[in-house]
C-alpha cells in the first residue's frame, strides 16, 4: 500500500498541483499588460526574425494553453489571447514557442531526438493504460504478465520522451527569457510575470515525467513479484 501510494497517488497530485499552479500564474498575469503593448504574434515574429528564421508561419488557434511548434510543417501556432494579447504571460508563451523554432533551427539535439520518438510515444500512450489495467485485472495468468510486460515497455518509452522532453522545454523558456529582454520586448522588471508564467509550465513537464516514471516503477515491480512467486 506504502508503495502504491509514494509510486501512484504522490505523483498524481503532484500533477495536479503542477496543472493549479500553471492555470494561477499564466490567469494572474494574462491580466497584466506589457508596458510596450506588443502582441504575441509581434513577439514570436520578432525572436524569429533575430534568429535569421524567416519561413516560419504563424498561426492562430482555437482553446486556451494550446499554443505548440510543429517542427514538420514549421508551423508556429499560438492561442487566441496569446496571439492577440499583450500580457505578461502572452509574451512569454509565444517567447518560448519561438525559441522551440529557433532550436529547431540550430539542430538543437534533444529536439531532434524528442522528434524521433514522438511517433512511437504515440502508439505507446495509446495502448499503455488499456494494456495495464487488464494486465492487473488478469495478474494471475500467464497473459496477464504478457499484457503488463507490454505495458511496461510503453511506459519506458513514454518515460524516455518525457525525460528528453525536460531539456527541450527548459531550454526554450530560457532562449525567450533572454530574448524578450535582449529586443526591448519586456522591459526586465516586467519579467517576474514572465518568469512565473513560464516556470509554471515546465512544472508541468516535470510532473509528466514523474507520473509515467513512478508507474513504470510499480508496473516492474508487479511483474519482479510474478517472478518471485
Not at 91 to 109: C, D, N, P, S, T
Not at 152 to 161: D, E, Q, S
Request: charge should be negative; proline fraction near 2%; glycine fraction near 10%.
Amino acid at each position: 500500500m506504502l508503495i502504491w501510494i509514494v509510486l501512484i497517488i504522490i505523483p498524481m497530485l503532484f500533477g495536479l498541483y503542477a496543472q493549479f499552479k500553471i492555470r494561477r500564474a499564466y490567469e494572474k498575469n494574462a491580466q497584466i499588460a506589457s508596458r510596450g503593448g506588443i502582441t504575441g504574434l509581434e513577439a514570436a515574429q520578432a525572436v524569429m526574425r533575430s534568429a535569421g528564421i524567416t519561413d516560419v508561419e504563424i498561426v492562430e488557434v482555437p482553446g486556451e494553453l494550446t499554443d505548440h511548434y510543429d517542427p514538420v510543417n514549421k508551423r508556429l501556432a499560438l492561442s487566441e489571447h496569446n496571439y492577440r494579447g499583450t500580457s505578461l504571460a502572452a509574451l512569454g508563451v509565444a517567447a518560448h514557442e519561438a525559441g522551440h523554432a529557433i532550436q529547431h533551427k540550430v539542430g538543437y539535439a534533444m529536439m531532434g531526438i524528442r522528434q524521433t520518438l514522438a511517433p512511437a510515444t504515440q502508439i505507446a500512450a495509446g495502448v499503455a493504460n488499456f494494456v495495464m489495467i487488464l494486465g492487473i485485472f488478469l495478474f494471475a495468468s500467464a497473459i496477464g504478465g504478457k499484457l503488463l510486460l507490454i505495458g511496461a515497455i510503453a511506459l519506458g518509452i513514454i518515460c524516455v520522451f518525457q525525460f528528453v522532453t525536460l531539456p527541450v522545454e527548459f531550454d526554450a523558456s530560457n532562449r525567450a527569457k533572454a530574448q524578450l529582454v535582449t529586443l526591448g520586448i519586456v522591459d526586465r522588471d516586467e519579467m517576474d510575470g514572465v518568469n512565473e508564467t513560464l516556470d509554471a509550465a515546465a512544472l508541468t513537464y516535470v510532473a509528466a515525467f514523474v507520473a509515467a516514471l513512478g508507474s513504470l516503477l510499480h508496473i516492474l515491480m508487479l511483474l519482479s513479484g510474478r517472478r518471485d512467486d
